[in-house]
């Protein structure tokens, strides 16, 4: 990171990455081209995980490379007397793969919990009816950079 004075703390980073609504997961496909898509996501056990269709760009660009970044943006205001904006961010860089058996359940639950915690029972039979069609991916964070500019 050039500024390393907008550097965040670890425990920044994490708590960024434990309330982030969204972020966005950048891939590249076989023939070198990038590849971002905004998803909902859960941060579990030091990894990141989402889920998504059987079949898609997204899938196709793993199976070619599993390397990824997935970018978080928290609060943002721009200040247009500052010609400047105030922003926390973070990027993880890692490895992607599909998940099976307990720790997809793990993951699937957590994203209940996390978008819908008023609705956790029905989350539950949700995530049983639809299971056959859902695919759970677990982002291996290999490191992460975040960075922040706030006023005081």
């Known amino acids: 990171m050039r500024r390393k004075d907008k550097a965040m703390q670890d425990g ?3 708590g960024l990455l434990q309330n982030g609504e969204y972020g966005v997961l ?3 496909d076989g023939n070198e081209q990038p590849y971002g898509v905004p998803l909902n996501y859960v941060l579990m056990n030091n990894c990141i995980y989402f889920h998504c269709a ?3 760009h997204k899938l196709d660009n793993l199976a070619a490379n599993r390397k ?3 970018c978080v943006v928290g609060r943002t205001k721009v200040l247009p007397a500052e010609f400047s904006t105030e922003f926390e961010s973070v990027i993880v860089f890692g490895r992607a793969s599909l998940i099976e058996g307990e720790e997809r359940y793990q993951a699937l639950n957590a994203l209940i919990e996390k978008y819908s ?4 029972s029905e989350g539950s039979a949700y995530i049983e009816k639809f299971d056959s069609q859902t695919n759970l991916v677990r ?3 290999q490191h992460m950079t975040g960075k922040a500019k706030m006023s005081s």
């Open 12 to 14: 920044a980073i994490i």
């Open 26 to 28: 950048s891939t590249v």
């Open 54 to 56: 059987l079949e898609g």
């Open 68 to 70: 990824v970044s997935f």
């Open 117 to 120: 915690p008023e609705f956790v």
């Open 139 to 141: 982002l291996e964070i």
